[in-house]
């Protein structure tokens, strides 16, 4: 099964390596990875997207903890959270595709960035899922130039967060 899992981590040189090493020395694979800084300077957040059995996601979160720089592991898989991807393509298109892209861009709640033919750059922030419909679509009737993919990010739904200091609801 598929698992979303929030590390907060202190901004310490090495401590993604050290994240990315557990990974590596335990042949987990990490499908995704994103991380920035959070409210606070001292502390990024860590989005990481793997695959596993619950005893394999149960070993990555308890190994995680024990690494000296994670300040606190969540699998945002086990609750009720949003999830979403961005995506930016950049499209060559035939001048008679420019209404089919722009009615796909408009149904899919997409922006056009830039776009005068042929080449377009297309933004797009949804699930999963629903950014691999899109390429697949918008592939039928355009030329994809590149593809990039921020990966997954995922937060709480409610009240509760992943947060050094969640507030009271």
């Known amino acids: ?19 990315a090493g557990l990974f590596s020395s335990r042949a987990y694979n990490i499908e995704s990875l994103s991380v920035a800084p959070t409210e606070d300077p001292t502390v990024s957040r860590l989005t990481l997207v793997t ?7 149960a070993q990555i979160v308890s190994q995680l903890r024990k ?9 945002l898989t086990r609750g009720d959270h949003f999830e979403r991807e961005l995506l930016l393509i950049k499209l060559k298109i035939a001048a008679n595709q420019l209404e089919p892209l722009t009615a796909l861009v408009t149904e899919a709640a997409g922006r056009i960035l830039a ?6 750059v297309v933004e797009l922030t949804s699930s999963e899922a629903q950014v691999s419909r899109f390429i697949a679509h918008v592939s039928q009737f355009a ?4 593809v990039v993919r921020s990966g997954a ?3 709480r739904h409610g009240a509760s967060s992943v947060a050094l200091h969640p507030t009271a609801a």
């Not at 690494?67 to 699998?75: K, N, P, R, S």
């Not at 776009?115 to 377009?120: A, I, Q, R, V």
């Open 1 to 19: 099964m598929r698992h979303i899992i929030a590390v907060l981590l202190q901004n310490e040189a090495g401590a993604l390596s050290r994240v």
């Open 51 to 57: 695959t596993g059995n619950d005893a394999v996601i």
């Open 67 to 75: 690494l000296v720089d994670v300040v606190m592991v969540e699998d």
């Open 115 to 120: 776009g005068s033919l042929p080449n377009f």
């Open 143 to 146: 030329e994809v130039l590149e």
């Open 153 to 155: 990010l995922g937060i």
